[in-house]
C-alpha cells in the first residue's frame, strides 16, 4: 500500500505503514522506529539526522544541530533564516529535509513508494491565535506535497492516539485522550468501543477536543531558567544599581528552537559588552564561553536527561564541569516541580475546558489514555489523574500510539491503495 501516517513530533518522529489490516510504525534508524527530531548540518556539507545529529554534535563534529524543529511551526522563525557555515537556510527547508529523510526511509524500509499521507498535528499549533493555526497546518501541507506526498490529510494527534486505543477495549466507554508530547499537551474526549471502530465517519463520536502549547521542551526551559541559568549570570545584577543582566540571553538559551539564535557572532560581541558592567563578570565569563564554544545545546540535553531522570528518582546532578572546576547543579523533584507547576496547572485547565466543550462531568470518563512522554513526570500525571479522579488510567505506547493511529485514519480515507 502506498498510504502510511506520519507523527511528526517536537521532540521524535514515526511513520507507520499498514501490513495486512494492522498498522506497523516503520524502522527508521537502526532497529528503531522513533527517531529524534533532529537535523546536523555538517561544517563540510554532510547532513545527518535524528541520533546520528545529536551524536555528531556530542562528539564535536564541527557543524551545527538544530532540535524541535516542530515549534517553528505557526511562529515568526518559519520565514526566517538560519545560519549554516558561509550560508542561511530557511526553516522551511530544514523541516523538508528532516521530514523528506524520514519519507525516504520508510520507503526503503517497506519496500514501496508512499505517495498518501495522514498528517498529524496538535489541536492548537498555538494558542488563541486561529491564523497562525492555519498558516502552521498549511506550511506542513506545502512540505509534505514537495517533498513527494500526492495528498496530504491532517488529524488532530489525540484523535489518533484514540483510534490505537479503541483497539485493545472491549466494550463502548468514554475516554479522554491525553497526548503530552514535546511541544504541545492535546486532549480528546471520543466515543469508542468495538462496534463504532467499525464506522466509517467518527464525527459524532468526538466530543470534545482541546489543546495548550505546554509541552516537555517547555518544562526543560523553566527547568533551566530555574536551577541552570543563574550559574550563569541569570538575575543576577548589573553594577549600576536597579538593573540585571539582561535576560534574553538565558530565555534563548533554554528554549531549543532558540539555541541557534545565540552563535551569531554579534550576541557574543553584545554579551562581552554585558559583561563589562556586570557586578559578577565572572558568571558572565561562563556564558560566554558556552557561546564561543557552541555548545548550548549541551546544557539544553544535560537538563532534559535530568528532567528525565527525576520521573524515577528524587534527586539529579548537571555536569557542568567542562564550564567551570568543580561546577555542578543538583536538581531535586522538588526543583521540578516549583519551576514548572504553573505548566502542569495549565494542562490541569485546559481538561476541565475539554469537559465543558463536551458537555460531560469528570465522573463520565471511564477511561484516560496517557501518551507521549511527558506523562512520566509525576507531577504532570498527577494534574491529568486528578481532574478526572474515577476514569480507569491506561497507559499507551508512549512513542508510538499517535503513528499507528493515524496510520488507521489513512486506510480509513484513503483504502487500500497501490
Known sequence: MSICGLDFGTSNTTLGTIEGAAPVLATLEAAQTAIPSAIFYEADSGVRIGRKAVEAYVE???????????????TSLIDETTRLGRERVSFRDVIAY????????????????????????????????????????????????????????????????????????????????????????DFSIVRLGPERHRNADRAADILANDGVRVGGTDFDRQLSLGVVMPLFGFGSAMKRAGLDVPSSYFHDLATWSSINRMYEP??????????????????LDRLIRVIHEQRGHTLAMDVEDAKIALSEKSRSEIPLAWVAPGLS?????GDLVSHT?????????RIKNCLVQA??????????????????????RKAITQAVPTARIVEGDIFGAVGKGLTLEALRRYGPLN
Open 60 to 74: 564535536g563534529v564541527p557543524g551545527r544541530l538544530l532540535r524541535s524543529l516542530k515549534s517553528v511551526l505557526g
Open 98 to 185: 528532516y521530514v523528506g529523510a524520514v519519507k525516504r526511509r520508510a520507503e526503503q524500509a517497506t519496500g514501496r513508494e508512499l505517495r498518501h499521507v495522514v498528517h498529524g498535528r496538535p489541536v492548537h499549533f498555538v494558542d488563541n491565535a486561529p491564523k497562525a493555526d492555519r498558516k502552521a497546518e498549511e506550511t506542513l501541507r506545502t512540505i509534505a506535497k514537495g517533498i513527494g506526498f500526492e495528498d496530504v490529510t491532517f488529524q488532530f494527534e489525540p484523535i489518533a492516539a484514540a483510534l490505537d486505543y479503541e483497539r485493545q477495549i472491549a466494550s463502548e466507554e468514554v475516554a479522554l485522550i491525553a497526548d503530552i508530547g514535546g511541544g504541545t499537551s
Open 266 to 283: 554579534r550576541v557574543l560581541a553584545d554579551i562581552r559588552q554585558v559583561r563589562q558592567e556586570a557586578a559578577r563578570p565572572e558568571l
Open 329 to 333: 547543579a543538583v536538581v531535586s523533584q
Open 341 to 349: 507547576k504553573q505548566l502542569a496547572a495549565r494542562i490541569s485547565a
Open 359 to 380: 458537555g460531560l462531568n469528570a465522573d463520565a470518563i471511564d477511561a484516560v489514555f496517557l501518551t507521549g512522554g511527558s506523562v512520566k513526570l509525576a507531577h504532570v
